[in-house]
């Protein structure tokens, strides 16, 4: 798997759990919106490991010890729409971090990413800013938003996605090469429509029920 720079890939056996469940076209939009939640609390988890924090002194009913705080401000920038899916596990993991959006959507035909919605925290450029989309298809969407983040001054990025194809992979890695990426699995390839092989479908539509 090193043969990608950039990417983390997560293992745990709830993951593999919750990816069938997701990957499975029979599974209804209740069911798929819970599994793709608490595949992001395993990603959450996974990702605030590398989190600095601050040392302080606290009281406790005994004894002075010793507290800790985070030392970096946290900014989640879920991709509408399905990104949407990801941020309240990751804010009950990281209940203090701010949350942007950006309103980004393929166009069909092209697979060329459209953006129609930018809306992020002052200051970004001191905080470790997490782009959360479920898929990284063709990286066409999740470059555009990254481009956008660092335009606004964000400096540190993170990418956090469920399912990465190897093209999207390489393409993060060329155009965002300081950028990590933690996915909960690497599939095979994308089909002539841009879609991730074995993959599980458009995550937006069937987390929303459009499809
Ligand atoms: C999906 C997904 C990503 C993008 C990935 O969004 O959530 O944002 O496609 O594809 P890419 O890597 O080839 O750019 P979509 O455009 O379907 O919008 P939606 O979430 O509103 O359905
Ligand atoms: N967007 C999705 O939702 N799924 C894919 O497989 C590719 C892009």
Redesign the pocket.
């Known amino acids: 798997m090193q043969e990608y720079s950039n990417l983390n890939l997560v293992e745990h056996p709830l993951l593999q759990r919750d990816l069938t469940i997701l990957r499975d076209k029979d599974t209804d939009q209740n069911l798929f919106r819970i599994a793709l939640r608490r595949v992001s609390s395993i990603l959450a988890f996974e990702i605030s490991k590398g989190f600095k924090v601050d040392t302080f002194e606290i009281e406790t009913p005994l004894e002075t010890t010793t507290g800790y705080k985070l030392a970096q401000e946290i900014v989640l920038v879920p ?5 949407l899916s990801m941020v309240n596990a990751f804010l009950e993991i990281i209940p203090e971090a701010k949350v942007g959006h950006i309103g ?3 166009n069909e035909v092209t ?1 060329e ?1 459209i953006d129609y919605y930018y809306k992020t925290p002052k200051n970004i450029d001191r905080a470790k800013v997490i782009l959360l ?10 470059a555009a938003a990254l481009n956008f983040l660092k335009n606004r001054g964000a400096v540190e990025c993170i990418f956090a996605c469920l399912v990465a194809s190897p093209q ?1 992979i390489r393409k993060i890695e060329s155009v965002h090469p300081d950028v990590k990426v933690y996915a909960a699995a690497l599939d095979r390839t994308l089909n002539d429509k ?1 879609y991730i092989l074995p993959g599980l479908g ?4 069937r987390t929303f029920g459009t499809l």
């Open positions: 991709v509408l729409r399905a990104g980004i959507q393929r697979l990413p989309d479920p898929m990284l298809a063709t990286g066409g969407s999740g999207g841009g458009d995550a937006g539509d």
